[in-house]
């Protein structure tokens, strides 16, 4: 058994009806922990946590002090009002880990408040500073902007005054270039065409020379060999020797009436020239005698003289026949385009000192263009660089004004602000002191009445001060702990308006361990059932049989559970919950 220093009916019963139980157990009385125990935990679990100078030694001690001073109040608690309450090591450790856990939290809290403040008062009076620069400033740009508007103006008149000098120079380069264009397309008109006349003869050119570039040594030898060779290998070679203007050979008539030309004997003596084919290749074609071209057609029109009727008599004659009859259509269709040719060199020869003139007037005008756009890149710096300037006096006035309304404004601010940043100072100073008694508010008083409370928070705040931790003359925890909008939600879910139930309020948010409230009238009942419906909290008797089943479901979904009408007793199967083991 647990016999906590209370000799209760629950103890005596049995062991009044069976004596041998006292003869077959061993008693183990449990004291209280002494003070030097205090202390040691509490050094153990404080020393690390940054207090400032020797400020921690008397944390300690002072904590110490909170147990024995909550035992004392206990025992006056249950002498007079017959209500009991226990001081347990586990409200001292809950003191602790209150105190650790909230002391930097408030720390920060305050801070960052008086830090705001301090921004605030410091935007004040840099901007009071800034009035005076910007006053300096603006009178200094706008003499500036006044000169930079004078050169923009002057830089007008010069850009107008250019640009319609500019644009006489391309009107007339404009015409020009339209008279260069129009010769231009004629000359390309007669270039093409001389090429579309020229298109006619070069095939059969082209031709010819590969015909030519065909033959063999062993062609020509052929040739050579024939003793008495077809009338088209004749027509080819006397074609040949008229466009070399190689004459004929004079030999009888075959009618024995006088003598007749023959090609064939002066062919053998061109046959044998070894550069016979090269010769061929680099006939001059473009200065073809007439007479050689007048023999040449005699041959033409005839039908034994076509490239097909000569091939059916000598292989080689066919490429030399396709050669002659190439000649005379170059030369045919040279003749034709040779006067176009001089036109079009002569057209060409024109163009090109028009052109070239154009090209200089061009030139011209380019720079003229060039000078106007560098006149204007200047217009528009010098005109950006006013602008920049005629924002920044705009700015500037603007700044001025709602910087005078700023001040005017947070004027009465100032005073107000400077008397908070005093107290947050000293609110800062006081918090190691305050969160400690708030702490002990939270582990030991939540039992107690205003008055216990109150004479409990009134003998700490005296020991802490006497110690020389810094505290407030007065603490309350919904000042130290309390946030203005939480307590304003729980008033709106139905927590009564007064500071006990505020503070009861708190204490149970801060505390580390499940809270037991004792509520006669239901009112932490309602207010807890309506703070938590949107969480789907379970609502659990202990007399009812699947109480356990539903506690378990809350807790694996992770929902709140109020167990209502607890007695002194508890089931031993919630242990390990309320315990958070």
Do not use: H
């Given at each position: 058994r647990d016999c906590r220093g209370d000799w209760s009916s629950d103890v005596a019963l049995p062991i009044c009806s069976f004596p041998s139980l006292v003869n077959c157990c061993?008693?183990?009385?449990?004291?209280?922990?002494?003070?030097?125990?205090?202390?040691?935990?509490?050094?153990?679990?404080?020393?690390?946590?940054?207090?400032?100078?020797?400020?921690?030694?008397?944390?300690?001690?002072q904590c110490m002090q909170f147990q024995v001073q909550a035992a004392t109040l206990t025992k006056k608690y249950q002498e007079e009002m017959k209500k009991f309450n226990y001081v347990t090591p586990t409200s001292y450790l809950e003191l602790i880990t209150t105190f650790k856990s909230l002391l930097n939290v408030k720390k920060d809290e305050v801070g960052g408040a008086k830090k705001r403040y301090e921004v605030g008062l410091a935007k004040i009076l840099s901007c009071a500073e800034n009035v005076s620069k910007m006053e300096e400033e603006l009178t200094a740009l706008q003499p500036v902007l006044v000169v930079k508007t004078k050169e923009v103006e002057d830089?007008?008149?010069?850009?107008?005054?250019?640009?319609?000098?500019?644009?006489?120079?391309?009107?007339?380069?404009?015409?020009?270039?339209?008279?260069?264009?129009?010769?231009?397309?004629?000359?390309?008109e007669m270039k093409q065409q001389c090429e579309a006349e020229l298109a006619e003869a070069l095939p059969a050119l082209d031709a010819a020379i590969t015909a030519l570039k065909s033959l063999t040594k062993g062609d020509i030898t052929e040739m050579k060999a024939m003793k008495t060779p077809p009338s088209g290998v004749k027509l080819t070679m006397e074609g040949v020797c008229i466009l070399f203007e190689i004459k004929p050979a004079k030999v009888p008539a075959p009618d024995g009436k006088g003598k007749v030309d023959d090609y064939w004997e002066p062919s053998k003596k061109v046959l044998n020239d070894a550069a016979f084919m090269q010769k061929l290749l680099e006939y001059d074609k473009d200065h073809i005698p007439p007479a050689c071209i007048k023999g040449v057609q005699r041959l033409t029109a005839m039908p034994e003289f076509l490239p097909a009727a000569v091939e059916k008599q000598s292989k080689a004659a066919t490429g030399i026949c396709k050669w002659v009859r190439a000649m005379e259509v170059y030369d045919r269709v040279a003749k034709v385009v040779e006067p176009k040719r001089i036109a079009l060199a002569q057209a060409e020869s024109e163009l090109a000192v028009t052109m070239a003139e154009l090209k200089e007037k061009q030139d011209a005008l380019q720079t003229v263009l060039d000078k106007i756009a560098k006149l204007e890149a200047d217009f528009k710096a010098a005109n950006d660089e006013k602008v920049s300037l005629a924002?920044?006096?705009?700015?500037?006035?603007?700044?001025?004004?709602?910087?005078?309304?700023?001040?005017?404004?947070?004027?009465?601010?100032?005073?107000?602000?400077?008397?908070?940043?005093?107290?947050?100072?000293?609110?800062?100073?006081?918090?190691?002191?305050?969160?400690?008694?708030?702490?002990?508010?939270?582990?030991?008083?939540?039992?107690?009445?205003?008055?216990?409370?109150?004479?409990?928070?009134?003998?700490?705040?005296?020991?802490?001060?006497?110690?020389?931790?810094?505290?407030?003359?007065?603490?309350?925890?919904?000042?130290?702990?309390?946030?203005?909008v939480q307590i304003r939600d729980w008033n709106l879910s139905g927590l009564p308006?007064?500071?006990?139930?505020?503070?009861?309020?708190?204490?149970?948010?801060?505390?580390?361990?499940?809270?037991?409230?004792?509520?006669?009238?239901?009112q932490a009942n309602k207010w807890i059932r309506n703070m938590e419906s949107a969480n789907e909290m379970g609502v659990y008797k202990l007399s009812q049989s699947d109480f356990v089943r539903n506690v378990e479901t809350c807790v694996q979904y992770g929902r709140p559970v109020l167990l209502?009408?607890?007695?002194?007793?508890?089931?031993?199967?919630?242990?390990?919950?309320?315990?958070?083991?």
């Open positions: 061993t008693i183990d009385w449990f004291f209280p922990w002494p003070e030097d125990g205090l202390i040691a935990v509490a050094r153990q679990s404080l020393t690390n946590m940054g207090l400032e100078g020797d400020v921690t030694e008397k944390v300690i001690d830089l007008i008149v010069v850009l107008d005054k250019e640009s319609a000098d500019a644009a006489v120079v391309k009107e007339k380069v404009a015409v020009e270039a339209a008279t260069a264009k129009a010769s231009a397309d004629e000359t390309n924002n920044q006096v705009d700015m500037c006035e603007k700044k001025l004004v709602r910087a005078g309304k700023l001040i005017s404004g947070l004027g009465g601010e100032r005073a107000r602000w400077t008397e908070n940043v005093k107290t947050l100072g000293e609110e800062l100073d006081n918090t190691t002191g305050d969160v400690l008694v708030s702490s002990a508010l939270v582990a030991y008083l939540g039992v107690f009445s205003s008055e216990y409370r109150q004479s409990y928070v009134d003998e700490a705040i005296t020991e802490v001060k006497a110690k020389g931790i810094p505290c407030s003359s007065v603490v309350s925890l919904e000042k130290v702990l309390g946030n203005p308006r007064d500071s006990l139930s505020t503070d009861n309020a708190i204490i149970m948010s801060k505390s580390r361990r499940w809270p037991l409230m004792i509520d006669p009238q239901g209502e009408n607890v007695g002194e007793t508890i089931d031993s199967i919630l242990e390990p919950l309320l315990s958070k083991s």
